[in-house]
Every structure is written in structure tokens, then in C-alpha cells.
Nanobody, 121 residues
């Protein structure tokens, strides 16, 4: 059974930083492309960043380019998202998901339960 468990969210002031983690199990993480997606209140699911196997092809949405960094530890089966220079518009529930470009079409079971990130002064 696929399990994806996010952690690391919280309340942070604008300009601050957070590091999200996603512990993966139930599938061959090392051989699986992964991504982060987010959903803000009242908005649709938005792809944030993706990374392929072997840490190749890390890509980012324009809205987070230069501020967020995706990485993976295949020994620990963990996906990370380092978020710097956070803005109020980054407030959302963040999910890790299977696939390089996860979207609303990604099966719900291929996405974690999410972690809340709130950017506010």
C-alpha cells in the first residue's frame, strides 16, 4: 500500500523559510518520479515542483522558481521541499505525490494527506 506522509508545515512570517518532508513507503521510491503540489483555499490543485529518479530534472513552477528547492534521499525514502523567501500567496496545503508532474488527475491514493503552510505576519 502506497503511503506518503508529509511533515514540516506551520506558521511562518513573510520572508521566512520552511522545510517540508515526505516519508514514502509501499512502493519503489528510488525508481519513482515525485512532485509537490499545493492547494490554497478556494483554488484548484497547483503543481509546485517535480524531480525524477536519480535526482534528475528538478523543475519548478514559475511562482516558486528561485525560492523553492526540491530534493530526495533515496536511502531514506524521503522527499523534501526547501522553501525560502515565503510569501503570503504560498499559503496552502502542500502534498507530495507520485509522478513528476502530479495534478488533479493523479489518483488520490498517490498523494499524501498534506501539511498546512501558512505565511502571515
Amino acid at each position: 500500500e502506497v503511503q506518503l506522509v508529509e511533515s514540516g508545515g506551520g506558521l511562518v512570517q513573510p520572508g521566512g523559510s520552511l522545510r517540508l518532508s515526505c516519508a514514502a513507503s509501499g512502493f519503489l521510491f528510488r525508481w519513482t518520479d515525485m512532485s509537490w503540489v499545493r492547494q490554497a483555499p478556494g483554488k484548484e490543485l497547483e503543481w509546485v515542483s517535480g524531480i525524477k529518479t536519480g535526482s534528475r530534472n528538478a523543475t519548478y513552477a514559475d511562482s516558486v522558481q528561485g525560492r523553492f528547492t526540491i530534493s530526495r534521499d533515496d536511502e531514506e525514502n524521503t522527499l523534501y521541499l526547501e522553501m525560502n523567501s515565503l510569501k503570503t500567496e504560498d499559503t496552502a496545503v502542500y502534498y507530495c505525490a507520485i509522478g513528476w508532474r502530479a495534478s488533479s488527475s493523479t489518483p488520490r491514493g498517490h498523494r499524501g494527506q498534506g501539511t498546512q503552510v501558512t505565511v502571515s505576519s
